[in-house]
């Protein structure tokens, strides 16, 4: 008996998965992500900050940011209001002097989605400053560079 019933088990589980129509729909994963001039989070030079594209989602022209909240984390903390998508100014003059181990966020940031026009506030970013000299990559580059 055991086995009739498992045989009509297996039977009824291949005739419903045999019958099975449909579209399998694929998604592609986003590589969408908001960027600091390129850098997306973690360990960061406090030079490549400052400048450059700013604040931008990498592979998409969907939204613009238009400002954002700047916190340094150093011996005290300093937060400005940036205007824009760039780090520019009085802040970098305060990026500058930053160490390595102090601790940058960028909060509050408010963009504007191009396709309709509304404001939208986008995730934070935190980065960790570090030092040329603590950089295996950069080390390594380097040592590429004086060959």
Avoid: W
């Avoid at 129509?21 to 001039?37: C, D």
């Avoid at 931008?56 to 400002?67: E, L, Q």
């Avoid at 305060?94 to 966020?105: E, F, M, N, P, W």
Wanted: glycine fraction near 8%; aromatic fraction near 6%.
């Amino acid at each position: 008996m055991r086995i009739i019933t498992t045989i009509l088990f297996l039977l009824i589980v291949n005739m419903t998965f045999a019958q099975t129509n449909g579209v399998i729909k694929v998604r592609k994963k986003s590589t969408n992500l908001l960027t600091l001039n390129g850098y997306t989070d973690g360990a960061i030079q406090s030079q490549f900050i400052c400048g450059g594209k700013g604040l931008y989602i990498s592979n998409s022209t969907r939204y613009t940011v238009k400002s954002f909240i700047i916190l340094l984390e150093s011996v005290k903390q300093v937060e400005m209001r940036v205007q824009g998508n760039v780090v520019t100014g009085e802040v970098c003059d305060k990026i500058d002097h930053l160490k390595t181990g102090d601790v940058v966020y960028i909060n509050t940031i408010k963009a504007i989605d191009n396709t309709t026009g509304k404001e939208v506030t986008m995730p934070s970013l935190r980065f960790q400053i570090r030092g040329a000299d603590v950089d295996p990559k950069k080390q390594h580059y380097n040592v590429m560079q004086e060959e």
